[in-house]
């Protein structure tokens, strides 16, 4: 059994990746492996999962999914010294 990491540093992870995929091609459609990590995470956090049809869709539900994590009370991975997480 794969151990997961800490689901806030998941989606810190995910929203780092969509990011840079939405700024290099926002219409192309994502990958396979993309939109299984998308709703394995939105399961994880217990939220819905829209079908991310572009790389700016896989944006827009990470960015939902920060929202959702922010307003649940969960606080972002901390920042440990000279800007690493910890």
Excluded at 7 to 22: G, K, W
Excluded at 54 to 64: E, H, I, V
Aim: hydrophobic share 45%; net charge positive.
């Amino acid at each position: 059994m794969v151990t997961r990491p800490d689901p806030r540093a998941e989606l810190a992870a995910f929203t780092a990746m969509v990011l840079d995929l939405a700024r290099v091609d926002p219409e192309r459609k994502p990958g396979a492996a993309v939109t299984r990590w998308h709703r394995e995470l939105a399961a994880l956090l217990g939220l819905p999962c829209d079908r991310a049809a572009t790389n700016r869709d896989l944006l827009k539900g990470a960015l939902t999914m920060n929202i959702a994590q922010r307003d649940a009370g969960m606080d972002p991975v901390p920042v440990g010294a000279g800007g690493r997480r910890r």
